[in-house]
Each structure stands twice: as C-alpha cells, then as structure tokens.
C-alpha cells in the first residue's frame, strides 16, 4: 500500500513537471496550449484483434440498480455508468459497446436513468447488452434502450413488473407494550407506516402509483421489442421470471448465445470485424487513495442468513423479482 501511494505521488509530480515544462514552451500564449482531459475509466483487453485502432469496449452492469449503491466500476453506480458510457461515445476508436449485466434490477428510477442513458449512446454506436446469469426487472428495463439484447439459454431474464413493500408491525408493538404517536399535516402523510393498518383508501392510492410505473415500463418494452402491449399484459409482462429460451421464444432477447458471441455481434454492428475487446476499469486516482487510506481495517465477522436477500426501502418503488425481496 505504501508503495502504491509513493507511485501515484511520484506520477503526479511528475505530470506537474510536464504541464510546467508545457507552459514554458508556449510562454505567453496559453491560448494555443490544449488540456486534453484524462480517461475515467482505463481498459483491459479481453481479446485480441486485428488492429488496435478499432475497439468494442466492454461496460460491466452488476448488483442492484440505485443511486446509493457502489457499482462494478465505483462509488456510485449511476454516475460511474454513465460516465463510462460517455467515454465510449467520445472516443473515435470504440466502434460499438457490450454491456455485460448480472444485476437482478432495483430502483424504478435509477433503472429509468440507466435506459435512457443507454438510449441516449445507441443514437450513436450499437450497444449489445449481454445478460449472465439475471438480467431481470430494472436491468432489464434499461436494457431496452439498446440495439441488440442476448443471453445464456439458462439466464434469469423478464420479471417486467413493479413492487412496493412496507412492513406492519402494530400487533409486535401492542405484544411489547409500545405504542406510536404520530401527528401528521395531511391523511397520507404516514401513508406506508407500519404502526397501523392501511386504510383502503391509501391502498388504492399506492396501488395506483405501482400501476402507473408499471404502465411506463410495458410501455418502453412494448415499443422497443415492437410487440403488442396488451398481449405482453396478459402474458410475460405479469412479472414472471423467464429463462433465456423462454424469452427468446417471447421475443424479449434478440439472440442466445454466449459473452463471445455477444462480442461477434458487437464486432457486426460496429462495421469492425477486426477490432479488439477491452472492459473498462476503474482507474486509481489520487482522491480514490486517499479514501482507501482512510477505510477502517479493523475485521468484521458477518453472519448473514438472508445473503441472497435484498432489502427494499420502505416507501421506494422497485423493479425487482419477488424472490429478492424479503
């Protein structure tokens, strides 16, 4: 570690030397000199290719889809998505994008970000989202703003639907002697609370809030698999779990296959038969060492029963299957 951290203040000085070095060169016309801006994301290669001037950058989706989650490539998973798609579309050699997804879906909007985002680049270059093991709810969400979607024969796909939890907890209280206060400026105002019983008429209400993301989703898929929205309401769109045969069988995936064949596709759409594959990686900067200095290293022993369990926020609304929730 100590090691790192002199290697990435010895870079850094030196990069002052050649920026100080640059602007004594151009003396007192800083007009003329241009800072190119660094990468956010470096790349490894994956497979060669007949040139390296031609690329298909390889994006990595996994976990749960939110604002407040760390994603594959850092802190925030949205941002650093998004992020990492921009370089992509920037950069002239990238010829067409992967998205590798193991991610079983999560927040209603995040997930609504990272479609549009990807809609947004697919403008662009083909984007080819490949789905490992699940790529369900929310991933598959945004995967529709791609151009191509794949999949393994035995991935977790579809669970196009939309939940919202609460837990009632009223009984426990009265068992334990406890009791809730609550003063409120409006009748739904402590609509989910778990201290009492919901009134049928905030269960209507919530209901209604569910349904109206739900529509937005059928509707998405509907337009972007070009399928009829009322047979998908009546048929896969009932927030049932699908394999990779059954939804190419439902026309949700675009082709079965394997990660390499979804480079193959990629290399195809792109107009670059002999280009390179390379996955983005987080670069380590000097704010990101820091933060690792400053992490705790005291050991933590977890015992944890529901490892494969999520636990959804009261109140938020999720795309994800009902086996992930509690």
Known sequence: MVVMFVALC????????????????????????????????????VQDGETSSQKIAVIPLQGVIAFGEAGALGESMVEDFKAALEQAQFDSE????????????????????????????????????????IGASGAYYAACGANWIMCNDTTFTGSIGVIISTLNYRDLFGKIGLQALTFKSGKFK???????????????????????????????????????????????ADGRILSGTDAFSAQ???????????????????????????RYKRTHNFASLLRLFGESRTPKIEVDFLKNRIQLDPGRIYLLPAFFAP
């Open 10 to 45: 010895a870079s850094l000085f030196v990069n002052l030397l050649l920026v100080a070095a640059l602007g004594t060169k151009a003396g007192s016309s800083l007009t003329s000199v241009r800072v190119l801006q660094p990468t956010e994301f470096e790349e490894q290669i």
């Open 190 to 236: 402590d609509m989910l609370s778990g201290t009492r019983e919901i009134t049928p008429e905030e269960q209507a209400y919530v209901q209604g809030l569910v349904m109206q993301s739900y529509d937005r989703f059928v509707g998405i898929v509907a337009r972007s698999r070009k399928l009829d929205e009322k047979d998908l309401r009546s048929g896969p």
């Open 94 to 133: 990238v010829k067409a994008v992967v998205i590798e997804t193991d991610s079983p879906g999560g927040e209603i909007t995040a997930s609504d970000v990272l479609y549009d985002s990807i809609a947004r680049l697919a403008r662009h270059k083909p984007v080819i989202v490949y789905f490992n093991s």
């Open 252 to 278: 949700l995936v675009d082709q079965l296959g394997y990660v390499e064949d979804a480079f193959d596709k990629a290399r195809e759409l792109g107009s670059a038969p002999g280009a390179q594959v390379v």
